[in-house]
């Protein structure tokens, strides 16, 4: 029988459980637990083609509704393992899956910061820098009314 965890969606201090601050929070990692199709598998799946001087890639992938143009190889190749193949082989401990590492490693940092950027305006909390800029463009928008 598989081991699964259950997360409960019931705050801890409503179960009596005092909050552990940041530094007390069990950190994430990640770790590469499948493998890549590689570049050469894939590399029949895309058509160079050449439109107005430029040079593109598109997706020959059986039955492909995104018949985009990728800049380059490794565009039309990430295309292809993320919408096609489904690739996922970056897990982080916390049991999610992410089809690049980088995603993978921003999904663990945040995790692991907590959310220390702060709106200079109403001083609302974001894990994600870009979060915090987006939703601080809008409080700029909305002192302008």
Known sequence: ??????????????????????????????????????????????????????????????????????????????????VHIKEKPFMCSCGKMYAYAQDAKRHVDTKNQGRIHECSICNKRYARQDYRDLHEKCCILKERV
Do not use: W
């Open 1 to 82: 029988m598989q081991n699964t965890t259950v997360h409960s969606m019931t705050p801890p201090q409503a179960l009596g459980q005092p909050l552990l601050p940041p530094s007390e929070f069990p950190q994430h990692t990640f770790s590469q637990v499948g493998t890549l199709t590689s570049f050469s598998d894939l590399k029949i799946y895309i058509i160079k083609t050449n439109d107005e001087g430029n040079t593109y890639h598109r997706c020959a992938y059986p039955n492909c509704s995104d018949k985009g143009r990728f800049p380059s190889k490794r565009h039309a190749i990430s295309h292809i393992r993320r």
